[in-house]
């Protein structure tokens, strides 16, 4: 919370933050800000890779982004395990951008990434066939 209070309140007029957040399970994309509107990756001509339907945000102030987190976080997949009772069973991709007046042209963009619960299902005593079947 206080890096992104530092980070808004070193931002100059005109620019803008925006934040977008989806999940990988399972081989496939979804947008945890979106109802979990499945997303398709593809790669460009130059060899950049791009997540086609992937809606951005913008974000007002600080409490927006944690805002945004939190509905990201409940939106997540996630399982019992024998090792978690709440184990996120999905790799997240957080993006927040700053973005000058061409919003087509972002000044920064940071990731943050939490992978999926590193305990291996074939690890613990679940017994749940999906979380074998996930490690």
Avoid: W
Avoid at 34 to 57: A, F, H, P, T, W
Avoid at 94 to 100: G, I
Avoid at 111 to 133: H, K, V
Wanted: with cysteine; charged share 25%; net charge neutral.
């Amino acid at each position: 919370v206080m890096a992104a209070k530092d980070l808004f309140a070193a931002v100059g007029e005109g620019t803008r933050f925006t934040v977008s957040y989806f999940e990988i399970y399972g081989g496939k994309l979804f947008d945890l800000l979106n109802g979990r509107k499945r997303l398709i990756m593809r790669e460009d001509g130059k060899q950049v890779v791009n997540i086609c339907g992937l809606q951005e945000y913008t974000l007002a102030s600080p409490d927006d982004l944690m805002r945004a987190m939190e509905h990201g976080n409940r939106s997540r997949s996630t399982g019992v395990t024998g090792a978690n009772l709440d184990s996120s069973r999905s790799h997240a991709i957080l993006q927040l951008s700053l973005r000058n007046p061409d919003p087509h042209q972002p000044l920064a963009k940071i990731s943050f990434i939490d992978l999926a619960g590193n305990e291996r299902g074939s690890d613990t005593m679940d017994q749940d066939r999906q979380t074998r079947l996930e490690g």
